[in-house]
């Protein structure tokens, strides 16, 4: 129970399965190619604060705000649009606060894809 009660913290399970129409392979593949990409963007994400470019945070937050869209992953999500958002305002003030969160919010998602996997494998 207490497992599943931190899964539904990160993601909303129902509704990501909705969103592959319950396709599990799918969105084990998903999953997968997630945990490959989003190292590289996290990446692009601090290179871009610490160089202060505005355009580069824009762009790279958006990707994984959309990326992590597909797994219903609200806090996750909502972080990403914060970053876009001083990326696209060229105000980076919070930037690296913003960017902490992040990746705390991406471990859990992380954490949460590693017991989804389990399940499925059950």
Do not use: C, W
């Not at 392979?25 to 990446?43: H, N, R, V």
């Not at 597909?70 to 876009?84: M, P, R, T, W």
Request: aromatic fraction near 4%.
């Amino acid at each position: 129970m207490a497992i599943m009660q931190k899964l539904g913290e990160v993601i909303d399970k129902d509704e990501v399965m909705e969103r592959v129409d319950g396709d599990i392979e799918l969105l084990m593949e998903m999953i997968e190619l997630f945990i490959t990409d989003y190292p590289k963007l996290m990446s692009k994400i601090k290179n871009a604060i610490i160089q202060k470019d505005s355009r580069e945070l824009e762009r790279n937050a958006h990707t994984i705000k959309g990326s992590v869209g597909n797994f219903a992953a609200d806090s996750v999500y909502g972080i990403a649009l914060s970053l876009e958002i001083m990326g696209r305002n060229d105000d980076m003030t919070d930037a690296e606060e913003a960017y902490a969160k992040l990746e705390r919010e991406m471990e859990r998602l992380i954490q949460a894809f590693d017991i989804l996997r389990k399940e499925v494998d059950l």
